[in-house]
């Protein structure tokens, strides 16, 4: 039916903007993912349609970083101030439909994208979380595993997966080792990672961003399993101490910083991850409290919804559902649980935004 209605409505030839990185991610991502699911040929259409109309994006970038909008019509491009995670964040996407339709352009287009900020990295091989795409100068001085780095991170680790490209695992390896020198704080035995100075390694804040919980199952996936558990374990006491995890917790204060809570999958994202990587029921126990308490909590009349205030009693509900909660959060749960023959737990891959294109 959902194939149907796409095949009959789903478009791109408007003249409006998009979001370069949130379309690739979901939308190019998504009909990709529903293409490996199902062969459905209309799907790997549309996905090539969609990213050829965000192309101008990369192409019209001097240093090949892409802008952070384009409009899918004209090809105007806007907003040359961008983030690593919207830079680097294509090349699942982008190389598995140039695989797909036979054109190794996509894969050479979001790798230069990958490449140029990689070379602009500091001395000490950490990047800043603001970039001037035209110039290549950094706009800011902040260097975090969170966002808005997260998934550059992430996707470096997936090229190499994916595709083999030792580039990426070179790319991956040298970040790896400059946040484990430079960001690894460990306070009162757990593991955290403050935001420093880009090319002195001095601390900046002590704040922890939700989102950056993935980075525990991207360490496993890395190799470092003693230090993705460390931090899975520091997120893990966290939700013990609250029920459900707070947006932002400042670790040194031991408090929540940010205190409402977006339905956020990373943490039971790590979960997924390192139970793929050695199938301890101690992952799925902290994924079970995750969607216990999540159940709970955010439970409403008309389905879940984000909470406004987890320190209130009872907690404050909000009144949003945001979509990577069906993308993600609900998929990983189910790929936690289910040991469902639908999927390859020993040879897959899930993009950042949950789309499956390995394993189905």
């Known amino acids: 039916e959902g194939i149907r209605w796409i095949a009959d409505n789903l478009h791109f030839d408007i003249d409006g903007e998009v979001q370069v990185f949130e379309t690739g991610i979901r939308m190019v991502g998504g009909l990709l993912s529903g293409w490996f699911g199902t062969r459905e040929k209309k799907l790997l ?11 101008p994006a990369f192409t019209k970038s001097p240093t090949g970083m892409p802008y952070r909008f384009v409009n899918l019509e004209t090809g105007a491009v806007r907003d040359n101030q961008s983030f690593p995670a919207e830079i680097g964040t294509y090349i699942p996407e982008w190389g598995m439909l140039g695989k797909e339709v036979c054109d190794k352009r996509y894969f050479d287009m979001a790798k230069r994208a990958v490449t140029a900020l990689f070379d602009r990295r ?45 580039d990426f695992k070179h790319m991956y390896d040298v970040h790896a080792a400059a ?39 991207l360490l496993g996936q890395g190799g470092d399993m003693e230090r993705g558990n460390a931090y899975l ?26 205190v409402t809570n977006e339905l956020r999958p990373e943490f039971a994202d790590s979960c997924l991850n390192l139970f793929l990587l050695d199938p301890n029921d101690r992952y799925r126990e902290l994924a079970r409290v995750h969607f216990e308490k999540m159940k709970e909590t955010s439970r409403a009349p008309y389905g879940f919804t984000i909470i406004d205030d987890i320190t209130s009693s009872p907690m404050k509900q909000g009144d949003s559902c945001p979509g990577y909660w069906w993308s ?8 936690l649980f289910s040991n ?19 394993g189905l």
Do not use: C
């Open 122 to 166: 500091s001395k000490i091989d950490l990047v800043a979380d603001t970039i001037d795409i035209e110039t290549g100068a950094w706009i800011s001085r902040r260097a975090s595993v969170g966002p808005p780095t997260d998934s550059y991170f992430e996707y470096l680790w997936d090229g190499w997966q994916l595709f083999g490209d030792p």
């Open 340 to 358: 469902t023959d639908r999927f390859d737990y020993k040879n897959n891959y899930l993009s950042t935004e949950g789309n499956v294109f390995v």
């Open 179 to 217: 946040i484990a020198k430079y960001q690894a704080h460990e306070v009162n035995g757990h593991l955290w990672f403050p935001q420093v100075d880009f090319e002195t390694g001095a601390v900046l804040d002590h704040h922890q961003s939700e989102l950056a919980a993935f980075y525990a199952g």
């Open 233 to 258: 374990d520091s997120w893990g006491y966290v939700q013990a101490r609250y029920g459900v995890l707070p947006e932002g917790y400042d670790y040194l204060k031991a408090a929540p910083d940010r």
């Open 45 to 55: 259409a549309l996905a090539k349609d969609l990213a050829d109309r965000l192309s």
């Open 328 to 335: 993600e959060q609900m998929k990983y749960y189910w790929l």
